[in-house]
C-alpha cells in the first residue's frame, strides 16, 4: 500500500489555482494540472507537474480533484464534457459561489458518481500553504477525513458541518468583516493623515486597538445568541453620541464620511426600535430587519 503523498489534479491555474499546485508541489505530491491555456502550467511543469493534454485526462489522473476557477459555473463547463471521469473520484471545489449554488452542485457531482466538498480560501495567494491561513471545508465529514492530510498541504483545514453551503456561508459574512474592519482602519488612516501622521505611525496602535475590539466580540457572542442585551458596559445611546465626535472631526477635514453616517443611522434605527439602553449587541436586531 503506498503510504506516500497523495496524487492531487488541479484545474484552473489562475493565479490561486497555479499557488494551490505550487503548495502540492512543495509537499511532494505528484501533481497533475489543467487549464485552458497550458502555458499558464510552464512554471508548475518546470516544477514537476504533469500537465494533462484534456480535462478527461487531468480527472482520471488523481484520486482527489481540487478546482479553483471564475465560478461555478465555468466549472460546470470544464468538467461536464467528460463528466464520466467523475466516477469514484473526489472533488474539492475552492471556487467562491453562494451557499445555494454549492448545494446544486454537490448534487450535479453526485448524480456523476463523485464524492464532494465544497471550500473556501481565506488568504490571498501569497498566504498559500502557510499553516496559519484558513481553509474552510464543508460536506460530508468522511470525505473530508479521507483527504485532511492533503488539504493541510493548502493551509489550516477548517470543517464547518455537512451542509455544503456552509463554506461558501462562512466566506461571505468574512469577507463583510473583513471589508468593514479595512474601510474602518483606512478612514481613520485618513483622518490622523489629514495631521500630516503617517499609516505606519498609526497602524500599530490600530492593530493593538483591534485586540480590544475583539475582546467585544467574545462579550457579545453570548449576548447575541440569548437575545439578551445588558447594557452594562457601553449602551448604543453612548455610542451614538461617541461617533458624532467621529462625524465632526471627520467632516472638518474634509473626509468622505459615507462609512460612519451609515453606522450611526444603524445605530439610530436600534434605538428608535427599544434598543438605546442596551450593548452594541443589540444592533443585530437591526440588521436582521427589526425581528
Excluded at 447594557?231 to 453612548?238: E, K, L, N, P, S
Aim: charge should be negative.
Amino acid at each position: 500500500m503506498n503510504s506516500g503523498p497523495q496524487p492531487v489534479t488541479v484545474i484552473g491555474l489562475g493565479s490561486m489555482g497555479s499557488a494551490l499546485a505550487a503548495a502540492l508541489l512543495d509537499r511532494g505530491h505528484p501533481t497533475t494540472v489543467w487549464n485552458r491555456s497550458p502555458r499558464r502550467a510552464e512554471p508548475l511543469v518546470a516544477r514537476g507537474a504533469r500537465l494533462a493534454g484534456t480535462v478527461a485526462d487531468a480527472m482520471a489522473a488523481s484520486p482527489l480533484i481540487i478546482a479553483c476557477v471564475l465560478d461555478y459555473e465555468s466549472l460546470r463547463a470544464v468538467v461536464e464534457p467528460a463528466a464520466e471521469a467523475l466516477a469514484g473520484r473526489a472533488v474539492v471545489n475552492l471556487t467562491s459561489g453562494s451557499p445555494e449554488q454549492a448545494q446544486e452542485t454537490l448534487d450535479w457531482f453526485g448524480a456523476h458518481g463523485a464524492e464532494y466538498l465544497d471550500g473556501a480560501i481565506m488568504t490571498t495567494p501569497p498566504g498559500v500553504g502557510s499553516a496559519e491561513m484558513m481553509f474552510l471545508y464543508s460536506g460530508r465529514r468522511d470525505v473530508f477525513e479521507t483527504h485532511r492530510a492533503t488539504l493541510t498541504a493548502l493551509g489550516d483545514p477548517l470543517y464547518l458541518g455537512q451542509k455544503p453551503g456552509l463554506a461558501s456561508l462562512y466566506d461571505s459574512a468574512l469577507l463583510g468583516l473583513m471589508w468593514s474592519a479595512m474601510t474602518g482602519w483606512l478612514h481613520g488612516t485618513a483622518l490622523v493623515g489629514a495631521e500630516k501622521i503617517a499609516a505606519t505611525a498609526f497602524t500599530p496602535i490600530a492593530i493593538r486597538w483591534l485586540g480590544a475590539v475583539t475582546g467585544f466580540l467574545t462579550r457579545y457572542a453570548p449576548q447575541v445568541d440569548e437575545g439578551c442585551y445588558p447594557g452594562d458596559d457601553a449602551t448604543i445611546d453612548v455610542q451614538i453620541a461617541a461617533i458624532d465626535h467621529l462625524l465632526h472631526a471627520a467632516a472638518a477635514r474634509g473626509l468622505d464620511n459615507a462609512l460612519p453616517e451609515l453606522l450611526k443611522s444603524t445605530m439610530q434605527r436600534a434605538h428608535a426600535a427599544g434598543h438605546g439602553s442596551d450593548s452594541f449587541a443589540a444592533v443585530i436586531e437591526t440588521l436582521r430587519g427589526g425581528r
